[in-house]
DNA sequence: GTATAATCGTTATGACTTGTATCTATCTTC
DNA sequence: GAAGATAGATACAAGTCATAACGATTATAC
């Protein structure tokens, strides 16, 4: 029982039959990036999503929260969380829009785009480090390449 | 309320401001052959967890369970169902080992191996469709970024 | 050789994310 | 004004994933 080939433990048992598929990788490299991410917003006490959701509000003030659900690609009722969590913080503020009264209107306090600066700055700083392995090409690449599985995947061409 | 720019709804909300952000871009990909490839396995009657465990274990016959969720990185917990899955319906075996009678042996039945082969026909037919956009060389660099950002990630160099 | 520690498979459990159905209030359309 | 659509919210279900703990078995220490 030491070194027969009779069944397995011989050879290292691995994930290389998965590595040919491009949708293995991708996971795993998601799995990277997601874990990362979060162990970076994690002391500025943002999530991913409560993250995106400062992002897209700082760049569109006044949007509504259905507008931010499509921006965000989830659904409504899984934005209230997050608007309530963001507002109870005083990061953004929901405002009655005269013209459509079942519409809030958001937008980043002072509190909120100081944060959202320092969540960006800490964010990109760990991008920096995490691709530190690939070139700017490579980047451009990959953002490109990523862009058209996305593309393809969700049917626009 | 038409041509105001008051606020907001003059431009059209995005996630554009989310772009630049590579993770961003990668879980949306993910995202979508997460979707697509469930789809595509859905009719065999197979999940991503339990397409991967058949590749694993066709590639390495005998492993032990333990074994198969490390190569698959899931908590062994989690692989109970699975292996519980795959027994039920006859595409593995899970024999006792004489000289670690706690460890199962684990190998494909011939079922089990007729639909991995299917399965994986299906799946690579359907990466084939969805990376239409990505010429070789593409998907050779987006391969390659995405096991650099993975090492990085991982800490192992 | 026996006591201790470690491992395998398992069960139970909780946290987290995400989608669907439904409700009220409000706006739009006819 | 009535019928339908939309915004936000609530409740609920389903799926993923990790942790703690247990019995059975093996490895290690003394």
New binding site residues.
């Given amino acids: 029982m030491s070194g027969g080939e009779e069944t397995d433990t011989a050879k290292k048992v691995t994930d290389a039959a998965l590595r040919p598929f491009l949708g293995f990788n991708l ?1 795993r490299a998601w ?1 990277v990036i997601h874990a990362d991410l ?1 162990a970076t917003l994690d002391p500025l006490g943002l ?3 409560t993250f995106s959701a400062l992002v897209v509000i700082g760049d569109n003030p006044g949007l ?6 499509a921006a965000l ?9 997050v ?2 969590e963001l507002t109870r913080r005083g990061l953004i503020s ?1 405002e009655r ?10 937008r980043l306090t002072t509190a909120g785009a100081r944060l959202l600066a320092q969540a960006t700055e800490a964010v990109h700083a760990h991008e920096t480090s995490l691709y530190a392995g690939l070139t700017g090409d490579d980047r451009a690449h990959l953002l490109g390449a990523l862009a058209k599985i996305e593309a393809t995947g969700t049917g626009r061409s």
């Fill in positions: 996971r799995n979060g999530r991913m999503i509504s929260q259905a507008q931010l659900a690609s989830v659904e409504r009722p899984n934005l209230v969380a608007t309530d929901r829009v005269p013209s459509d009264r079942r519409t809030y209107a958001l």
